[in-house]
């Protein structure tokens, strides 16, 4: 089991932009996705990235705005977040992918404990 830490969180107005980064304590490179749950609603993906680097999917509601990336050699998962909306306001959590549906927090493991991002009008 490894341990994802997320970073970057914050408060931010509306059309402002953060810095995610969500760092693995192991060494092993893996798959990595991006969620967000905000109060009162259910987790939903937000971005996902190949070990390699390559595919990387973004939710609809976020093409365009967000972008994944991934630095191997310090074993992090980065997400740009540009033009930000109140409507991102949300905890962002990392976790390692573990196969199937890439948009199903289902198929995740080793979550971290996530980073609030909040987003004023």
């Known amino acids: 089991q490894e341990q994802l830490v997320e970073s970057g969180g914050g408060l931010v107005q509306a059309g402002g932009s953060l810095r995610l980064s969500c760092t693995a304590s192991?060494?092993?490179?893996?798959?990595v996705g991006w969620f967000r749950q905000a109060p009162g609603k259910e987790r939903e993906f937000v971005a996902h990235?190949?070990?390699?680097?390559?595919?990387?999917y973004h939710a609809n509601s976020v093409k365009g705005r967000f972008a994944i990336s991934r630095d191997n050699a310090e074993n992090s998962v980065s997400l740009q977040m540009n033009s930000l909306k109140p409507e991102n306001t949300a905890l962002y959590s990392c976790?390692?992918?573990?196969?199937?549906?890439?948009?199903?927090?289902?198929?995740?493991?080793?979550w971290g404990k996530g980073t609030l991002v909040t987003v004023s009008s």
């Open positions: 976790a390692i992918y573990s196969g199937g549906n890439v948009y199903n927090a289902i198929n995740y493991r080793d």
């Open positions: 192991g060494r092993a490179v893996r798959s």
């Open positions: 990235i190949h070990w390699s680097g390559s595919p990387a």
